[in-house]
């Protein structure tokens, strides 16, 4: 007695009109919940995931989908899809790209895509620079231990004339095929690793390796405005690919180091410039050094201990970008430790001159404690 197929539509758990991304998403669901691979050894699982890409099968194929609308499970007699037989490799070519970031290269077909030569490795390369240079930008000589290809074998790690043979394992190809239960299953080639070939005679200059250990010695322009992690990527300036394959890409990570005087607060500089009480009382007009050269800042009377001043475009320049930040200058009023006998009786003469809270236009600070607690 055969069990009645359940609707395509059911199975998916999808409207009749939907479109082929709902589609898509519905079965990529129920495969990844189903895959055998997920649930070894249970069967029911296996049929589920059987009946998902089936529905599947039907439903993203339009010819298949116009007859199933119409007349049912009945339509598709005569089409290929009287019954699950197994994959049908024009329909399913895309499942690769459906289940690609779990199962990599599952469902291999005629009509699924090679894997292109491999991109050779990215190289990191850690560099130092001085604070006034992560201001300035500097064009920075560097030497890159990496890889470079053969110049007798050009990379292959044989002999040019005759050293490659075909990989007997895959014939050429880079893949192998087999059979899992219900899956046509692609992968990689386990004799020439994806290459196709097999060294016969490997290359004299480079023992088989392919490529040589070198410095490279390169430039590279650092803009101003870096800091600490900023990368910098040179394009093909990594390790180089197998034969065909593109190089890899060169990141210059920087580390700023830091400066005694000036701390970087994203685009803005901070500096603390000490002035001693009579300054502070008296105002004055002192000069600082900045990376710009001297600037002439005016201390008003009367400034407070933590006052600061602000700078305009005196900061870190932006990246990519004409504008800058702005220098921060934070007052330290000092009061001396030590004091000699006439500024100590100069202090003391102040005192007896001064009002007990240094403002006699305010209400003092014990007065206004018993105002508010009295």
């Known amino acids: 007695m055969s069990v009645a197929k359940r609707d395509y539509y059911e199975v998916l758990s999808v409207t009749r009109d939907c479109?082929?991304?709902?589609?898509?998403?519905?079965?990529?669901?129920?495969?990844l919940q189903y895959h055998p691979d997920r649930n070894p050894g249970d069967h029911h699982a296996e049929e589920k995931f059987k009946e998902a890409?089936?529905?599947?099968?039907?439903?993203?194929?339009?010819?298949?989908?116009?007859?199933?609308?119409?007349?049912?499970?009945?339509?598709?007699n005569g089409m290929g899809q009287g019954g699950f037989q197994g994959f049908d490799e024009t329909t399913f070519g895309d499942f690769g790209d459906i289940l690609g970031d779990l199962f990599g290269d599952i469902f291999g077909s005629r009509g699924g895509r090679r894997?292109?030569?491999?991109?050779?490795?990215?190289?990191?390369?850690?560099?130092?620079?001085?604070?006034?240079?992560?201001?300035?930008?500097?064009?920075?000589?560097l030497q890159i231990p990496r890889r470079e290809a053969c110049s007798k074998c050009q990379g292959t790690g044989a002999e040019p004339n005759g050293g490659l043979i075909t990989c007997s394992t895959c014939n050429g190809r880079g893949e192998v095929m087999y059979q899992q239960s219900f899956l046509a299953i692609r992968k990689t080639c386990p004799s020439c690793g994806g290459r196709g070939k097999l060294i016969r005679q490997a290359c004299t200059q480079c023992r088989g390796e392919g490529y040589h250990r070198i410095e490279k010695k390169l430039k590279v322009n650092i803009p101003a405005g870096v800091d600490t992690g900023t990368r910098l990527r040179l394009s093909n300036e990594g390790n180089p690919g197998p034969p065909g394959g593109?190089?890899?890409?060169?990141?210059?990570?920087?580390?700023?180091?830091?400066h005694p005087i000036f701390e970087r607060r994203e685009n803005d500089l901070h500096c603390t410039l000490p002035i001693n009480v009579a300054q502070a009382a008296l105002g004055a007009e002192i000069d600082i050094e900045t990376l710009d050269g001297p600037q002439k800042i005016r201390v008003p009377e009367g400034t407070?201990?933590?006052?600061?001043?602000?700078?305009?475009?005196?900061?870190v320049p932006h990246l990519d970008s004409r504008a800058r930040g702005d220098l921060y200058v934070h007052l330290d009023v000092q009061v001396p430790k030590k004091l000699t006998r006439e500024q100590r009786r100069l202090f003391e003469e102040l005192r007896n001159h001064l009002p007990a809270d240094n403002a006699p236009h305010e209400k003092g600070f014990f007065q206004k404690f018993r105002e508010l607690f009295g």
């Open 304 to 315: 407070q201990a933590g006052a600061q001043f602000r700078l305009r475009s005196l900061g």
């Open 19 to 31: 479109d082929d991304q709902m589609l898509k998403s519905a079965y990529r669901k129920l495969a």
């Open 115 to 141: 894997r292109g030569p491999q991109r050779g490795e990215d190289i990191r390369y850690d560099l130092e620079i001085s604070f006034e240079d992560s201001m300035r930008g500097i064009a920075a000589d």
């Open 53 to 76: 890409a089936e529905a599947y099968a039907v439903l993203s194929d339009p010819q298949k989908r116009a007859a199933y609308d119409r007349f049912g499970h009945q339509g598709l």
């Open 246 to 258: 593109q190089p890899g890409d060169l990141y210059v990570v920087l580390r700023v180091r830091e």
